[in-house]
């Protein structure tokens, strides 16, 4: 069987795969209930809904808010403004999700792995969570799909000026969707510039472009409520939730008892921009005082990033049941397993300058991760660098078991 002829092969199977995982996802998406499953889905089910039949970007559907980051509800509005529902959104996001596999396969395809859609589709598949997350009605998919896809622009030659151009509003858009990447567009950028894949000027241009995507939204803002909110008003409580005495390392929002600061910041009369000032200084306020405890507490909350399981709310755990938090954790250890093979593999296939910098990213992410709260779900777009990694690595196995280099040709990366 000729390499042509496998790779065509392996990438018709690839493609008939991603069919069958789209028809599932349809499936699933009209089996569920026609309503939202977890509190944070009802929150953007009001912002989407609001902003096409209410005040605006408003939670209550009375006053307008900086509440929430925009990017998503603001792409289920879209959905709901075209005459769809929840399974329409859902619907969306598995097309969405079937988007990124193709976005981590053409990573592979910069590499000249050609015949890896089957291969990267094939990991996929080893990490159900990805599927089920695409049902939810979360930012994660959608942050996902812009993050892969910024990350594909950033990696394609010629750096043209309209490529750095939009490659910052991809970020940008992305910021908007999940404020989080802010940090992770430094690092993405600051790696690519030490690995030499991009030159300063490129950089700058990159975070041009991406500050005013961001600047569009905090000019709403302003002109709104006269306050500087750059993305959205909700940072200080969660950087509150990530560093107070009650914070657990994997915990969130709704493990974290602020009750005494909610109360305090009732019985001040704040609004919600003062609120999030509080909050924030509050936290502040927390870390100044125990340094060691924060410190320890941080990277507790690193090593949380890489964990296979977290702690839920009580109002969540009937949905996170026992078998799926330990398909996640099963699941995870394996994508862990196969990535420290390829790593145990670098003597005879030496990282790529490509796999060096996805690897940099995911693990310096951990970091960035840190500053608020780590969790399994916020992690999820920044898992598909791993899947790309190990992909590669699959598809250069299958590549020289197609065609066998000859004896006395070394192997190189």
Same mark, same amino acid.
């Given at each position: 069987?000729?390499?042509?002829?496998?790779?065509?092969?392996?990438?018709?199977a690839?493609?008939?795969?991603?069919?069958?995982? &789209?028809?599932?996802?349809?499936?699933?998406?009209?089996?569920?209930?026609?309503?939202?499953?977890?509190?944070?889905?009802?929150?953007?089910?009001?912002?989407?809904?609001?902003?096409?039949?209410?005040?605006?970007?408003?939670?209550?559907?009375?006053?307008?808010?900086?509440?929430?980051?925009?990017?998503?509800?603001?792409?289920?509005?879209?959905v709901e403004?075209?005459?769809?529902?929840?399974?329409?959104?859902?619907?969306l996001?598995?097309?969405?999700?079937?988007?990124?596999?193709?976005l981590?396969?053409?990573?592979?395809?910069?590499?000249?792995?050609?015949?890896?859609?089957?291969?990267?589709?094939?990991?996929?598949?080893?990490?159900?969570?990805?599927?089920?997350?695409?049902?939810?009605?979360?930012?994660?998919?959608?942050?996902?799909?812009?993050?892969?896809?910024?990350?594909?622009?950033?990696?394609?030659?010629?750096?043209?000026?309209?490529?750095?151009?939009?490659?910052?509003?991809?970020?940008?858009? &992305?910021?908007?969707?999940?404020?989080?990447?802010?940090?992770?567009?430094?690092?993405?950028?600051?790696?690519?510039?030490?690995?030499?894949m991009?030159?300063?000027?490129?950089?700058?241009?990159?975070?041009?472009?991406?500050?005013?995507?961001?600047?569009?939204?905090?000019?709403?803002?302003?002109?709104e409520?006269?306050?500087?909110?750059?993305?959205?008003?909700?940072?200080?409580?969660?950087?509150?939730?990530?560093?107070?005495?009650?914070?657990?390392?994997?915990?969130?929002?709704?493990?974290?008892?602020? *009750?005494?600061?909610?109360?305090?910041?009732?019985?001040?009369?704040?609004?919600?921009?003062?609120?999030?000032?509080?909050?924030?200084?509050?936290?502040?306020?927390?870390?100044?005082?125990?340094p060691?405890?924060?410190?320890?507490?941080?990277?507790?909350?690193?090593?949380?990033?890489?964990?296979?399981?977290?702690?839920?709310?009580?109002?969540?755990?009937?949905?996170?049941?026992?078998?799926?938090?330990?398909?996640?954790?099963?699941?995870?250890?394996?994508?862990?397993?196969?990535?420290?093979?390829?790593?145990?593999?670098?003597?005879?296939?030496?990282?790529?300058?490509?796999?060096?910098?996805?690897?940099?990213?995911?693990?310096?992410?951990?970091?960035?991760?840190?500053?608020?709260? *780590?969790?399994?779900?916020?992690?999820?777009?920044?898992?598909?660098?791993?899947?790309?990694?190990?992909?590669?690595?699959?598809?250069r196995?299958?590549?020289?078991?197609?065609?066998?280099?000859?004896?006395?040709?070394?192997?190189?990366?």
């Open positions: 069987m000729s390499l042509r002829f496998s790779r065509n092969f392996l990438r018709r690839g493609i008939v795969l991603l069919s069958l995982i &789209l028809l599932a996802g349809v499936i699933y998406s009209f089996a569920l209930p026609t309503h939202h499953r977890f509190p944070d889905e009802q929150e953007y089910l009001y912002l989407s809904d609001h902003l096409l039949h209410g005040p605006g970007y408003s939670m209550d559907g009375v006053h307008l808010t900086a509440m929430r980051p925009p990017g998503y509800p603001f792409f289920l509005s879209a403004a075209c005459g769809g529902g929840v399974v329409a959104m859902r619907l996001q598995y097309l969405l999700f079937i988007a990124t596999v193709v981590v396969y053409r990573l592979l395809c910069l590499e000249n792995h050609r015949a890896g859609l089957l291969v990267v589709t094939c990991v996929v598949m080893l990490y159900p969570v990805l599927f089920y997350t695409s049902a939810t009605l979360y930012p994660q998919t959608l942050a996902a799909f812009l993050f892969l896809l910024a990350l594909v622009f950033l990696l394609t030659s010629p750096r043209e000026l309209p490529m750095n151009l939009v490659t910052g509003l991809t970020f940008g858009v &992305l910021i908007l969707v999940v404020p989080t990447f802010l940090f992770t567009l430094f690092v993405v950028v600051t790696v690519a510039w030490l690995l030499k991009i030159e300063c000027r490129h950089g700058l241009i990159i975070f041009i472009a991406a500050s005013f995507m961001i600047g569009l939204w905090t000019a709403r803002n302003f002109a409520f006269h306050q500087f909110v750059p993305v959205a008003s909700n940072s200080g409580a969660n950087f509150l939730i990530g560093n107070c005495e009650n914070t657990i390392p994997d915990g969130g929002s709704g493990n974290v008892d602020r *009750t005494h600061y909610e109360q305090e910041a009732r019985a001040l009369g704040l609004d919600e921009f003062q609120e999030d000032r509080y909050y924030r200084q509050a936290a502040v306020n927390w870390i100044k005082a125990n060691g405890h924060a410190i320890a507490l941080y990277f507790e909350k690193v090593a949380n990033f890489f964990n296979v399981r977290n702690e839920y709310a009580p109002e969540n755990k009937a949905e996170l049941s026992f078998w799926k938090q330990a398909v996640m954790a099963l699941s995870y250890g394996l994508l862990l397993g196969l990535l420290l093979w390829r790593l145990l593999e670098m003597r005879r296939f030496p990282l790529s300058r490509n796999e060096k910098f996805l690897l940099a990213i995911y693990i310096l992410s951990a970091f960035t991760s840190a500053i608020f709260f *780590t969790r399994i779900r916020l992690r999820l777009p920044y898992d598909y660098l791993i899947i790309a990694i190990i992909a590669m690595h699959l598809s196995r299958l590549h020289l078991w197609l065609e066998p280099a000859p004896s006395h040709q070394k192997v190189g990366a």
